[in-house]
């Protein structure tokens, strides 16, 4: 066969298409995930991307994550009611190394969930959408179960009729709309993180059906408003409350030793 025919045996053999191999992570930077002023501990996750390039910019990919964290790791507590909370923060807007972000959602931990349910009782469960006064369109889902009454009860089972389900549904939209209507979003958030809708619901509905374990389950935000660089850095205590950094420093160098001197021979 003629050298020419075939291009595999042309002058120089086959040519390499492989790339050079290298480290990737010379190409990324990491950055500080920042809470909001409402959580104890600021700095909650960190988070990577590529290094800014040509038309490439890293801030552009970073704003729209969305991070969870267990509220007891942002609050840096113990207590029982911290450990079944998740909280869902996106990202909305990057200052140097730090990426600030605000509420995004909320919902029960599954093990707590499917801790709750036991046989001979009623599930009840209602949701609301209410607009916060400063514009965020949240849907608030809370669940309740029956329980028997104290000392009175002979009965094994605690289910309770449709039309007790129907008016605790109505308390329990009533107590979120009245809680959630015209407070601002970090209340709101502080109202989420102390339990204080579920104590409403169960004492407002104690004299339809006694109820225990009410929770609010879960926590969307169906709608916000236009992005407001100001509103954000107030949400996270202004710009003196934001915490540096500690990415993106170059380690001292180390002192060189001193060269050690030489003395002459006598």
Not at 78 to 102: H, M, P, S
Not at 149 to 165: D, E, F, I, L, M
Not at 198 to 226: Q, S, T, W
Request: proline content about 3%; overall charge positive.
């Amino acid at each position: 066969m003629a050298v020419g025919k075939n291009k595999r045996l042309s002058k120089g053999g086959k040519r390499s298409t492989k790339r050079k191999l290298g480290d990737t992570m010379l190409g990324k930077e990491w950055y500080d995930v920042v809470a909001p002023s409402t959580f104890n501990k600021r700095q909650i996750a960190k988070t990577i991307s590529n290094k800014s390039k040509g038309t490439f910019h890293a801030a552009d990919s970073l704003k729209g994550r969305v991070f969870e964290v267990c509220l007891a790791d942002a609050m840096e507590g113990d207590d029982a009611l911290y450990k079944c909370l998740k909280f869902q923060l996106k990202a909305e807007d990057v200052e140097g190394r730090n990426v600030l972000t605000n509420f995004h959602g909320m919902s029960l931990t599954t093990d707590k969930l499917r801790s709750l349910l036991q046989k001979w009782c009623t599930l009840i469960e209602g949701s609301a959408e209410v607009k916060t006064s400063d514009g965020y369109t949240l849907r608030v889902f809370a669940i309740a179960f029956t329980t028997k009454k104290a000392n009175v009860q002979v009965k094994k089972n605690c289910h309770c009729q449709s039309s007790h389900v129907k008016k605790i549904r109505g308390k329990m939209s009533d107590v979120i709309t009245a809680n959630v209507h015209k407070t601002p979003l970090e209340k709101v958030i502080k109202l989420l993180q102390q339990e204080t809708m579920a104590a409403a619901i169960k004492k407002e509905c104690g004299g339809i059906f006694p109820l225990r374990d009410v929770f609010i389950r879960k926590v969307k935000v169906c709608k916000a408003p236009k992005f407001d660089a100001s509103r954000l850095v107030e949400a996270h205590g202004g710009k003196d409350g934001v915490p540096k950094s500690n990415e993106g420093q170059k380690p001292v160098a180390e002192a060189a030793a001193p060269p050690a001197e030489t003395t002459a021979d006598d």
